[in-house]
């Protein structure tokens, strides 16, 4: 067994201790993946094990090729099942078709992979690392965990992690006994398999959760985990709160500092008998809400996450003169481009308003993009909230100062590092700005953390429940299906002051947002188009108005006063038109058919029709310039509340059919009366996938007869789900097949890369 040195400092039992190691390799996209990988080697020392732990993309750091302790991937799925940004590379290695079946033969592994089944194609990325892994010889040694953040992440993560150190355990020994086994036989000169049956048996313990399972019985089965949380807390409860040099002071006896409380991750005590605040004002809690709960949670004890250990010191520096930064600072891959059009797509009393911005790429040749593709756009946080968040930090007067960050000496978080997306020589303000996205909803650990900088008793207490397991579902109702921010969480509880190095710590970076280019550039050369709706955020309990979302509202607000509506589209050239930063993400598998005679189907309700427009756009020029050519049939399936309220692109979609480009167009109106002349009341189309089960022969022939392809583009909780589930009753029904069968037609479509998706939520 290869073995890890550790540091003697703190060990009791003995001088130089050695302890076993194993590799834990995470892919993260907005960093939960990432914490529960820190997490795990926080408290290997507990188990009496060694980790060392990597991102996939640190790929000088780790090495599967000859590594002989166990590895344990954890890993998050992004937009249409995509791997996470950092662990792309490490999936296209191990894709490699050139890599031989044995090439994992060394390897043991178990893989926690994290995904929503509200989206399609759940936890893909783990699902695909873990495949490939089989297929190039390695062996799990610990049940695989698929957990769902739409139920809730830690239904089977807590499980999960609390098996995991007795199977790497086993795994260790019988790792150990195989190289035994191994040299033995190469002594006896008869190379013999290691045996295969090395799996504990503590894979009976494991949950591996379909995505048909009942939350109920989810939930009934979590309810028994209480060791992994027991674990964390002793390690917490012996890791001192760090106190940085920017955290606002607490008067001496503040309940909010008891040292008893101090690092406590196992809290056994209920909610204050007499339910006062500090200043004595009775809280008076008649229904549960973010900051109050009921019984029985408020008498309940809690398993709490343990405390996260500090990482980062953080001072802020007076300069003399401060850069004045507008906009964000990687501008090697950034371009700034101007807004040439934006023309509101839907009428005044439409549910949602969709605006289309038309951008001048002409000075940017690197933004030369395809249909199919998507570009990113960059916002700031909005300045009101930026200002709040200074207040609300104690540091107003302080905006303009330098921040220095630098990595705690004693911190006992594995792996830390300085965010490396945060630039040196950048103002508080800059960092509030551009860096760190402010509107996160808050994780449990970050909630965990906050309890430490919370003077008041009862806001405590409750901020406890809502990290605990026992809260879980308060957690979800108040804090995360409401989206909400960490400054409406402080607004909130007033007494929770933190200090500004816990922010960095814990909330992520300002990600840019996505868009699909609307438009082809072989008919608009030098534009780039793009449509999307206004977000908005109900008001809801712990935000007293509704607000917009981020890069929206913040786009809404740039071009409102030059926002053109259709009839007067042509008319706007005012010459104050904002510039915005950008970035392209070529896709390189949502295109159209580069055969131009294989006939395709476009599914886009919505926003979603956006790299549809490209397509047609694009084929109406290869139309042009190609008169001879033989051009596959083209269908369309669209879809929007009302006909004359928010069907976007009519007049253009219209101008396809008629000029053949686009061979059938299908419409449905989900909550128009009128229904369709053709169609009985019994079938009238309310949404896309009604319209494809009315045209289910066509569609399954092009697909599985003529090798045509599927495109659906769109909102991927609901939309993309219908499409799937009523494909493929089309499939099991025009070929009769069973379920299991038509579910590995799709599935084949989905290899062949004819079924393809481009889906957003
Ligand atoms: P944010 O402030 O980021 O808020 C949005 C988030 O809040 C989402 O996670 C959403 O689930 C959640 N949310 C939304 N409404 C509510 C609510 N009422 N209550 C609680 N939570 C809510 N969008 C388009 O409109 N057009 C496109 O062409 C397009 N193309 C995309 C292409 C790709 C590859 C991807 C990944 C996404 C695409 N999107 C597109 C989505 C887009 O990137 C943004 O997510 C969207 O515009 C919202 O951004 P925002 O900053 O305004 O909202």
């Not at 001088?15 to 926080?42: D, H, M, N, T, W």
């Not at 083209?634 to 059919?657: A, I, Q, S």
């Amino acid at each position: 067994m290869r073995t890890g040195l550790i540091s003697t400092a703190g060990l009791k039992s003995m001088p130089c201790e050695v302890k076993p190691r194993f590799v834990v390799l995470y892919g993260s996209q907005k960093g939960q993946a990432e914490s529960l990988a820190e997490g795990v080697a926080e408290v290997a020392e507990e188990h009496g094990l060694v980790a060392e732990l990597s991102c996939l993309s640190q790929n000088e750091k780790y090495n599967l090729e000859k590594e002989n302790a166990p590895v344990v991937f954890i890993v998050s799925t992004t937009g249409d099942g995509e791997p996470p940004d950092n662990a792309l590379q490490f999936v296209k290695r191990i894709k490699k078709k050139t890599l031989s079946t044995d090439h994992y033969k060394h390897l043991r592994y178990a893989l926690l992979a994290l995904g929503d089944t509200n989206y399609a194609n759940f936890c893909n990325c783990g699902k695909t690392i873990e495949r490939r892994l089989q297929e190039l010889g390695a062996k799990q040694f610990y049940a695989t965990g698929y957990a769902d953040d739409g139920v809730g992440l830690e239904v089977v993560v807590d499980p999960w992690l609390e098996g995991l150190w007795k199977a790497i355990k086993g795994a260790l020994s019988n790792m150990d006994s195989d190289r035994t086994g191994y040299l033995k036989a190469e002594a006896d000169d008869s190379p013999k398999e290691a045996p295969d049956s090395t799996i504990p048996d503590v894979q009976l313990n494991l949950l591996s959760i379909t995505d048909h399972q009942s939350c109920e019985s989810i939930r009934e089965s979590v309810e028994t985990v209480s060791k992994f949380a027991t674990a964390a807390s002793s390690l917490a409860s012996a890791t001192p709160t760090a106190v940085s040099d920017l955290r606002p002071a607490f008067p001496a006896g503040s309940p909010g500092l008891a040292p008893q409380s101090r690092g406590t991750a196992s809290v056994s005590t209920s909610a204050p008998e007499t339910q006062a605040g500090d200043a004595g004002v009775p809280h008076v809690a008649l229904a549960a809400s973010l900051t109050h709960s009921l019984p029985p949670l408020s008498e309940s004890s809690l398993n709490v996450p343990a405390l996260p250990s500090p990482y980062l010191d953080v001072s802020l520096q007076e300069v003399d003169t401060v850069e004045q930064i507008i906009g964000p600072l990687n501008k090697e891959t950034l371009h700034e481009v101007p807004i040439s059009r934006a023309v509101k797509m839907t009428r005044g009393d439409s549910v949602k308003m969709a605006l289309l911005l038309e951008l001048d790429i002409s000075a940017h040749p690197m933004m030369t993009y395809h249909p199919g593709d998507s570009f990113d756009v960059l916002c700031p946080n909005r300045a009101a909230e930026v200002e709040d968040m200074l207040h609300r930090l104690g540091l107003h007067d302080r905006r303009n100062h330098q921040v220095h960050i630098s990595l705690r000496k004693d911190t006992k978080k594995k792996g830390a590092q300085v965010p490396s997306y945060i630039s040196h020589n950048i103002s508080l303000l800059y960092l509030l700005t551009w860096c760190l996205e402010i509107r996160s909803v808050p994780k449990k650990a970050f909630l965990r953390a906050l309890v430490e900088h919370t003077g008041d008793g009862v806001q405590r207490r409750r901020l406890q429940e809502l990290c605990s397991k026992q809260g879980a579902a308060d957690y979800n109702l108040y804090v995360r299906d409401p989206s909400l921010s960490i400054m409406e969480l402080l607004t909130a509880f007033p007494s929770c002051s933190p200090p500004l190095s816990l922010l960095i710590e814990h909330l992520p970076k300002l990600q840019p947002r996505p868009y699909s280019a609307a438009s082809s550039c072989l008919r608009y050369p030098g534009k780039l188009h793009f449509v999307f709706n206004i977000v908005e955020f109900p008001a809801s309990p712990g935000r007293p108005a509704g607000r917009r979302g981020l890069c929206t509202g913040w786009l809404f607000d740039l071009i409102n006063p030059v926002l053109v509506f259709p009839e007067k589209a042509e008319s706007s050239s005012s010459p104050a038109l904002p510039k915005i930063h950008v970035s392209l993400r070529p896709n390189s598998s949502f295109r159209p058919p580069s055969d131009l005679s294989a006939p395709f189907i476009m599914v886009g309700p919505g926003t979603g029709v956006a790299p549809f427009i490209g397509f047609l756009q694009q084929r109406e020029m290869e139309r042009k310039e190609n008169p001879e050519a033989i051009f596959g049939e083209t269908w369309l399936f669209f879809g929007c509340r009302h006909r004359d309220r928010d069907y976007l692109f009519r007049e253009e979609l219209e101008g396809f059919v008629s000029s053949g480009t686009l061979s059938q167009l299908k419409v449905s109106f989900s909550r128009d009366d009128q229904e369709e002349a053709s169609t009985s009341a019994a079938v009238r189309p309310r949404y896309v996938q009604h319209n494809l089960l009315l045209n289910s022969q066509r569609i399954t022939d092009i697909l599985l007869k003529q090798n045509g392809y599927f495109y659906v583009c769109g909102d991927a909780k609901n939309m993309a789900k219908d499409v799937n589930d009523t494909l493929m009753q089309m499939i099991q029904t025009e070929l009769e097949l069973d379920q299991l069968d038509a579910m590995k037609r799709l599935a084949a479509l989905r290899e062949e890369k004819r079924y393809l998706q481009d889906i957003w939520g």
